[in-house]
């Protein structure tokens, strides 16, 4: 039996968080860890708080046909960055789905020198994380 490395080690936790995802598009999970890789916190994406979840009623971003922007679920990035208590403590950064270019560049703002993601990333969020370790995994 392999040892799991810590990046397929996260992204399994990340699954994981991700299944409580009520977002009728996708769940998706980010697991925050610092750089000993222990877990600092965990979001997934989800209305925010006290609004109603998606699966008892549907927002309009619930058709993805509509603009991303009309679904109203907090993307998981922001959520678990929301949820630690230091993000200059952030060093790995493990995610189900390739960050959007605005969670790109809020987990910029945390300590963050690796991010592992499944997954495209789009060119604008590449060129910004030209200087962090990318790790895609399949």
């Known amino acids: 039996m392999k040892q799991l490395s810590l990046n397929e080690w996260g992204m399994h936790i990340a699954e994981a968080v991700a299944t409580r995802s009520s977002c009728l598009r996708g769940a998706v999970g980010c697991v925050l860890m610092d750089s000993k890789g222990k877990i600092k916190a965990t979001g997934y994406n989800s209305p925010p708080?006290?609004?109603?979840?998606?699966?008892?009623?549907?927002?309009l971003g619930a058709n993805k046909e509509v603009y991303p922007d009309s679904c109203i679920s907090v993307h998981a990035e922001i959520s678990a960055l929301m949820q630690c208590t230091d993000v200059m403590e952030v060093g790995i950064v493990i995610v189900t789905l390739a960050p959007c270019f605005r969670c790109t560049k809020a987990l910029l703002n945390s300590g963050m020198y690796r991010l592992v993601y499944r997954g495209k990333l789009l060119p604008e969020c590449r060129d910004l994380l030209s200087d962090i370790g990318l790790?895609?995994?399949i």
Not at 49 to 59: D, F, L, T, V, Y
Request: glycine residues 8%; charged residues 15%; hydrophobic residues 30%.
């Open 49 to 59: 708080s006290g609004k109603a979840h998606c699966i008892e009623h549907p927002c």
């Open 135 to 137: 790790v895609q995994l």
